[in-house]
């Protein structure tokens, strides 16, 4: 739906507080194919693309977030996907990638430098001090409530590459992204690079998150000590929340 007139709210970088209003209440409305948002306003999708490609390399700690549509290759769309997602990666120097495998919360301990959850994903963002970050093959209920979430209590610069119909909720979001999509996307970051912007790590390349990818690429046999395994819940400002398994 067209958006006629322009809505006072702005979905900007957090922390907003403890409930942030869904940004579709706010007025907020969704791109058509060929736009996309930024900070909640509807642009062409070409300049969604380059505040997104500006946000990842000039941020700290930026991470892609790939979901299970990305990560299980259950389908030839899917599968597409993956050799454009690392060329992606690759253009973005001091990036780390962390996945998002399923949806189940992990009780009693996460480990935010292996996964982030939807049921957490705070914990991810605050534990690795990310501000920028992309979210690409998350069904789109998850990923709302991961949006919200986000804003609610980090300074983290989200961005919703969606399948579908984009995320109201995300700093910047482009809508039915598709292969030919993340290419375009890969050649966007290599524009603004070679425009003039510097990445604020340049020079490095994809960083191993913590042990489990450092284990997994050396083929060391390493195990992180539980005295560093973040509780989960929330470990912030919600720290004394209620117990669910608590009789």
Known sequence: MNQTQEPAYRVVTGPE?????????????????????????????????????????????????PGPLMLWGWND????????????????????????PDYRPIYPKIDPEAVINPCHPNLTIWHNKIEACIFIGVHCHFANITLKMIRAGTNCYTIALCAEAGHEDAMASVPNFTAEKLKNFAETLRRVKKNGVKPLYEGQGIIP??????????????????????????????EKGLDENEE
Do not use: C
């Open 17 to 65: 507080g403890l409930l942030p209003p869904a940004a579709a209440i706010m007025g907020i409305h969704l791109p058509e194919d060929g736009e996309g948002l930024v900070e909640g306003r509807i642009v062409p999708e070409e300049k969604a693309m380059e505040a997104a490609a500006i946000a990842m390399l000039t941020r700290k700690n930026p991470t892609l977030f």
């Open 77 to 100: 769309h899917t599968i597409e996907k993956s050799a454009p997602f690392f060329d992606v990666a690759n253009e973005i120097p001091g990036v780390r990638i962390i996945p998002m």
């Open 209 to 238: 998150s913590g042990w489990a990818q450092i284990a997994g690429l050396t083929g060391a046999n390493m195990v992180k000590p539980a005295e560093e395994m973040v509780e989960a819940g929330f470990s912030h400002d919600l």
